[in-house]
């Protein structure tokens, strides 16, 4: 396949997708979301792939959304929040199972992918973290996925101090599945995918819909039309100002 920042290659029956942005932190772009959804179908529709790997190049997995460009009217706001909660739920619902290999920082829409596959395998170097509230704004996904896995009073700390934890504290927590030496991060997640492409197949995707079976009901709608209201406030507008021009917001309440 001809992706512009998203590589794919396909061996013993697993299929590894590294998103390959790195002068962005592998930051979501549309190109980016649209190059990783053409490589999620390439996977499904070939029946000799059972696992998917996901993985970053660089220092990072995925540093967040790519907010460079944003508009505030209320049409491009709902379409983003749209087609972004969109794109992180498809991997729940996505029929084979998928590894999120994760090589460096995971924050934001990053740790959101990471929680929306099936099983995290970290790097020591890997980071997580979600900073939305520092740009004025709310992880839309984690918020309503983050204290299922690291119950209610961690998911608030971490996403009201957005405080990056390591990957041995994700560990802790029950972020993650397992912690690996960097050097050895593709070579555990094969490993890992080899052992799932062992097992029956249909087995396989009747556990994963059967754990996921309750999700993707009210919780995405709500979280939709929320972050669409709070995109619009100055908080916002302000957050994502200063981010982007490397300077301590000033946040009013507003």
Request: hydrophobic share 45%; proline share 4%.
């Amino acid at each position: 396949m001809d992706l512009k920042v998203v590589l794919y290659e396909k061996k013993d029956g697993v299929a590894v997708i590294t998103m390959n942005y790195p002068e962005r932190l592998n930051a979501l772009s549309d190109q980016l979301r649209l190059d990783l959804k053409t490589a999620y179908d390439e996977a499904l529709n070939d029946k000799d792939v059972r696992v998917l790997i996901l993985t970053g190049t660089d220092r990072a997995f995925c540093a967040g959304a790519d907010i460079s460009g944003f508009k505030f009217d209320t049409p491009s706001i709902r379409k983003f929040m749209r087609d972004v909660m969109s794109f992180l739920a498809a991997l729940e619902k996505y029929p084979k199972p998928v590894i999120a290999a994760v090589n460096g920082l995971a924050l934001g829409g990053g740790l959101e992918i990471a929680i929306s596959s099936d099983i995290i395998i970290a790097s020591e170097k890997a980071k997580f973290g979600v900073p939305e509230a520092a740009i004025g704004l709310a992880p839309g996904f984690a918020i309503i996925r983050l204290h299922q896995l690291v119950g209610r009073a961690k998911s608030k700390e971490l996403s009201m101090t957005c405080d990056q934890i390591s990957a041995e504290e994700a560990l802790r927590i029950g972020l993650i599945n397992k912690v690996v030496p960097h050097e050895e991060l593709m070579d555990a997640s094969m490993q890992m995918a080899k052992k799932i492409t062992s097992k029956a197949p249909i087995a396989i995707e009747l556990i994963k819909s059967s754990v996921n079976r309750g999700l993707h009901g009210e919780e995405l709608t709500y979280a939709m039309d929320a972050m669409s209201g709070l995109f619009k406030t100055e908080d916002a507008q302000e957050g994502m100002d200063a981010f982007l021009n490397k300077r301590k917001p000033n946040f009013k309440g507003l």
